[in-house]
């Protein structure tokens, strides 16, 4: 017989999280919450591939990366009129990563995480909402793990570290409800990546994923349900 491309993999995921929240509201029109939060995420595997008969040696193929993240909470809701709503809050976020692709490198960062939202309903019915916050992204830790596509026979090694995603997120809608179950909304939304993760070719022909430069992503968008 020929010879045969084969690939393989296999992996444990693992994740242990608290929150530990408080509300309180000193009138009806106000409620004020605090928290705080926990979490642990790992991931642990290997992987293997084979082309044209030769065993691939990849970096990554054996790997185990750990995230923890660890989050102060503060949110109030004021409801000044029964057509104005406001929702003001944020965080404080810190954020470390370790990967044995880097084993010398502890990754560690603190983060500020506010947000905005402003909702309006006019006499006929029709809500305006606006929106602003600034996110940081779960990563996603199968990233840190070596594959190979059989099909295009392109080799992805597993990533040494990686920053998660931060961004801005604003948006702006207008919805209207109607009958039982009708919804029509209208939202333009803008994301302002500072740090997109994405596959960069390396000079071997594999790709590795990497924090890369800022991109603006801006979407418009309709909803119609009934």
Do not use: C
């Amino acid at each position: 017989g020929g010879i045969v491309n084969s690939n393989g993999s296999l992996s444990e995921t693992g994740e242990i999280a608290s929150r530990t929240s408080a509300r309180w509201r000193p009138v009806d029109s106000l409620a004020i919450e605090g928290g705080v939060t926990w979490a642990f995420n790992f991931l642990e595997g290997g992987s293997s591939a084979t082309l044209d008969g030769v065993a691939q040696i990849i970096p990554g193929s054996q790997a185990r990366v750990e995230e923890t993240r660890t989050a102060a909470l503060l949110s109030l809701d004021w409801t000044p009129h029964d057509r104005l709503a406001i929702s003001l809050g944020g965080r404080v976020e810190q954020f470390s990563l370790d990967s044995s692709n880097a084993p010398d490198q502890t990754l560690s960062l603190s983060e500020a995480l506010p947000r905005a939202t402003v909702s309006y309903t006019m006499n006929t019915g029709w809500i305006w909402r606006w929106r602003t916050e600034r996110e940081v992204a779960q990563l996603y830790l199968g990233r840190f793990l070596a594959a190979t596509d059989l099909t295009t026979e392109i080799s992805t090694s597993g990533a040494a570290t990686l920053e998660p995603e931060r961004k801005w997120v604003n948006e702006l809608s207008l919805e209207r409800r109607f009958g039982e179950a009708g919804l029509f909304r209208l939202t333009f939304s803008e994301e302002r990546i500072e740090n997109p993760v994405a596959a960069v070719p390396l000079a071997d022909g594999s790709i590795r994923p990497v924090n890369i430069g800022p991109e603006t992503v801006r979407e418009l968008t309709g909803r119609l349900e009934w």
